[in-house]
């Protein structure tokens, strides 16, 4: 007998995180109240509290959880073993693009505002630990061997500050950040 969700949970987590991306579209997440929060979903507070400890706090797991789709897409392209190395890297950042575009607003909103340097900083934090564990796994043998947080952490930044500088520029494209990160990868990011 396999377990089901209840489908009531399933909407209310559907309606909270819908509420979160909405508000935060629309404002800066540091100014989103869990009252706000709770009447935009439809819930008491309560079950806010008992989702999140914080509106912030579920805007990144949002904002995770949709990274991590585009990482199972990614796991996949490669498991098919049809795309070159240079190819994988164009389309794993084209990825992470189209997650910025469908959340364009919300990251628009947290880079104007400092106080909401959370979602920012839980960007590259996302990044420095797929980075990390790309070079786990990486066979390449050009991999270094210095401290391998500390590569990840100036990749996740780099890779973070090319996407606020597209989100910032209205002139900087979709393919121009896909360009300018594939240039910036190192040989053994493959």
């Known amino acids: 007998m396999t377990e ?16 979160i991306v909405e508000l935060a579209a629309q404002q800066p997440v540091s100014r989103i109240t869990v009252a706000a929060l709770a009447e935009h979903a439809g819930v008491t507070r309560a079950t806010v ?28 392209l490669r498991s098919e073993g049809r795309h070159s190395a240079g190819e994988m890297l164009h389309l794993t ?41 790309f070079m786990e796994r990486s066979t390449h043998p050009d991999v270094p061997q210095a401290n391998r947080r500390v590569i990840a952490a100036f990749m996740a930044n780099g890779f973070a500050g090319a996407i606020a500088a597209w989100i910032r520029d209205d002139n900087v494209t979709k ?16």
Do not use: K, M
Request: with cysteine; hydrophobic share 40%.
């Open 175 to 190: 393919q121009d950040l896909i360009e300018a990160s594939a240039a910036c990868a190192p040989i053994w990011w493959s």
């Open 93 to 133: 950042v084209a990825d992470v693009a189209e997650h910025v575009e469908r959340f364009h607003a919300v990251y628009r909103q947290a880079l104007r505002n400092p106080a909401d340097r959370g979602v920012y900083e839980a960007l590259v934090r996302h990044f420095a630990v797929y980075a990390v564990a």
């Open 4 to 19: 089901h969700t209840d489908p009531r949970i399933t909407r209310t987590v559907q309606s909270l995180e819908q509420a």
């Open 49 to 76: 509290y008992n989702r999140c400890n914080s509106p912030l706090d579920l805007l990144i797991q949002v904002l995770n959880a949709d990274l991590e789709r585009g990482h199972r897409h990614e796991e996949e």
